[in-house]
């Protein structure tokens, strides 16, 4: 076989990088952190989907006790009820956890729930043997990694810190989408809610710190099935190349 396709190339070394789930130099740790808006947009969004998802129960709570003096217990919808909320937020952020890191995406999008692209791409190379050392046992890639960890414990600490507001949000103004209640009045400065209007299309894919056209796609993939399906390919190490 011979040399190994530029672009493949970079494409390896870079999703090395991000993958390995180990922290570099420091400088660059600092940008690969999660930013407050990011931690902002996700909390609002896993919020406001597992309150979607229970908002149609027609449920009806029974609160309170019958006293001697006569009173009722009162009935309160559950769809309105405390109890909706505190159901909702019980483990909201370790549903972050589900979340995995998107390093061909830019921005806030390379948070998303499901395998990336780059895992599957360096999971593809294993199968058909191609060695490929992320410093990590294969048992552990799917372990969360650095930044969605860290992206966790951010959403906790927010949520503290928070909490009033958003309980202000859903008993007086669920009209108004969560994220703009929370993020751009409350927790965010207004230049830095940039993240909060980055919206998934599906063409918002990096290569190389810029995007990719679809036939720069096609012809990645086309090199990638070249290197791996040639007989007698040799394996390689992300690090030898």
Known sequence: MGPVPLGMLLFILTMYGACAGTMKEEDDDTERLPSKC???KLLSLELQEELSRTGRSREVLELGQVLDTGKRKRHIPYSVSETRLEEALENLCERILDYSV??????????????SQT????????????????????????EPSVEVTFLKKQ???MLEEFEDVVG???F?????PLQRFLCEAHVLPAAETACLQETWTGNEKIADG????????????????????SPGHPKHDPEDL
Do not use: F, N
């Open 172 to 176: 007086h103004h669920q009209e108004q």
């Open 102 to 115: 998107h390093a061909e995406r830019k921005g806030s999008l390379r948070y998303a729930k499901g395998q």
């Open 210 to 229: 810029q995007e990719k056209t679809a036939g720069e796609e096609e012809q990645d993939q086309e090199e990638e099935e070249e290197m791996t399906d």
């Open 119 to 142: 895992m599957a791409t360096l999971k593809g190379l294993v199968q058909k043997g191609v060695k490929v050392d992320l410093g990590i046992p294969l048992e552990l890639w799917d």
């Open 38 to 40: 990011e931690v902002c």
């Open 155 to 157: 959403c906790e600490t």
């Open 168 to 170: 202000d949000w859903y």
